[in-house]
């Protein structure tokens, strides 16, 4: 079993900032991808930004530069740096990664609870 705790999120105006982290714990033997999704009422949830296990990123088209996501592979923890955000932003921010468990084989997924992000005047 693996449990992952979110954090970072909150209220911020335009062009403002936050930093969401993420860190699974549990009986951990390798994690694969990790990543930032987000979803708002109505519409479908989305990538933000994943990291891989070698270190590749991936950025959903929305963020044009605006984010970068980082991996600490030793301590299973992954943080998002949000700049200039929009009020578009506003939305659940979930952590998703993806875990093979001591004494299993194969990768399985995990989400977070999720860290509201709401971005206003």
């Known amino acids: 079993q693996v449990q992952l705790v979110e954090s970072g999120g909150g209220l911020v105006q335009p062009g403002g900032s936050l930093r969401l982290s993420c860190m699974a714990s549990?009986?951990?033997?390798?994690?694969?991808?990790m990543g930032w999704y987000r979803q708002v009422a109505g519409k479908e949830r989305e990538l933000v930004a994943s990291?891989?296990?070698?270190?590749?990123?991936k950025y959903g088209e929305f963020v044009q530069g605006r984010f970068t996501i980082s991996r600490d592979t030793g301590a299973n923890a992954m943080s998002l740096q949000m700049n200039s955000l929009e009020p578009e932003d506003t939305a659940a921010y979930y952590c998703n990664v993806k875990v093979i468990e001591q004494g299993d084989v194969r990768f399985r997924p995990y989400w977070g609870q999720g860290t509201q992000v709401t971005v206003s005047s």
């Open positions: 549990g009986r951990i033997f390798k994690i694969d991808h």
């Open positions: 990291v891989d296990l070698v270190g590749i990123k």
